[in-house]
């Protein structure tokens, strides 16, 4: 199994498949254990601490109910009131044992739940997307579709995520769907069983009646780099001239992906730069060799494209290698670095940042596009999957803007 070193955390995006709203963001593998250790009782903070503990003392000893003196509920809290000290929100984070397995499993792209994704379309919790293969799919779940009931609790005025707990669960348990869908006269029914789910890094498909492949990169998990040769190899094949690199509501991944997708379209340079505590900064080379440095490039992005999908981004975009369409990127820039805790916990702590090639900050800044590209409200984004089962026509009738303002660009490009 492989293991992981660094983090960045993403933003928190509903797909039902993922048993959490994760963090996945940016990270470096290594050899080793999945967390570095720290086992650490420092000295000459016996003053600093001394009301903490006076505090701890106090409430063990005389708050008044005594079922809600939990001691490892109470040290759990203190860590992540510490933490939120920080300003960090987001990003630096406490990880509880319980959660520690589930995080290498979601960049392996091995999920838990009916495989759809979420999202909110005209104020209404609403089915973006289904994964090919997935419970969702084959119960014939489709996008559009508003969720109205989840095991007959009205969902209308849910947070998103609370609804995302009620429909995940164990794979082979049941959930109720009750949804309108445009067209028809009554609400449909569905009951799906839950899955263990594979969620590829990266998918794509030629764009109808154009020489232009659509090539979604999802998440750079692990398989980012060769799913994406692969995909590119098979546009080739396929005849096209042009790209459309989609990376909107990318949470991030592991930063050696992130590097290894953006030389496919490089041919030299840095990739990005790494800032430490310390001020010290290290540059990480664009590895030669990249399949597509020759095709015309967009390439997508929103508030959901964050950390390693940032630093692809903001590559792209100071290398002038292609122009960024959509909106600005989320701005999460910050590399978190995990560390077990002696009960099997974890702390994710932000050690580093991420700077572009040309130095700008991404941290709380984000990366703005060379074109602004506002989508209608409620549209739903056009992804490769569904491009397949999309004639000339549909496409241009799509109200994803963004995919079709990069069309524009590309087609002046090839012509």
Known sequence: MRQLYRWSIRPYYLFLYLAIAFAAGILTERSGRFIQPYHYVPSGVEKTFAPFWEAWDLVNKRFVNREAVEPTRMTQGAIEGMLASLGDWGHTRYVPPNDIKGLEERLEGRLEGIGAGLGVRNGKPTIENTMPGSPARAAGLKPGDVLLEVQGKSVATMPLGQIVDLVRGEPDSKVKLRVAREGASEPLEFSIARAHVSVPDASWAMLPGLPIAHIAVHSFGFSAEVQLKKALADARKAGAKGLVIDVRRNPGGIK????????????????????????????????????????????????????????????????????????????????????????????LLAVAEWLTPEGREIWHKGISPDIEVTLPTGAIIVRPDAGKRLDAAGLKKSDDTQLLKAIDILKSQIQ
């Not at 030389?263 to 590895?287: C, H, M, W, Y």
């Open 256 to 347: 050696d992906q992130a590097v290894a997708v953006a030389s496919e379209f490089l041919k030299d340079g840095n990739v990005v730069i790494e800032l430490d505590a310390q001020g010290n900064r290290k540059t990480i080379p664009v590895t030669e060799g990249g399949s597509a440095t020759d095709l015309p490039l967009a390439v997508l992005v929103d508030e959901g494209s964050a950390s390693a999908a940032e630093i692809f981004a903001g590559a792209i975009q100071d290398h002038r290698r292609g122009k960024l369409v959509g909106k600005k990127t989320n701005g999460q820039g910050t590399v978190l670095e995990p560390f077990s805790l002696s009960d099997g916990s974890a702390l």
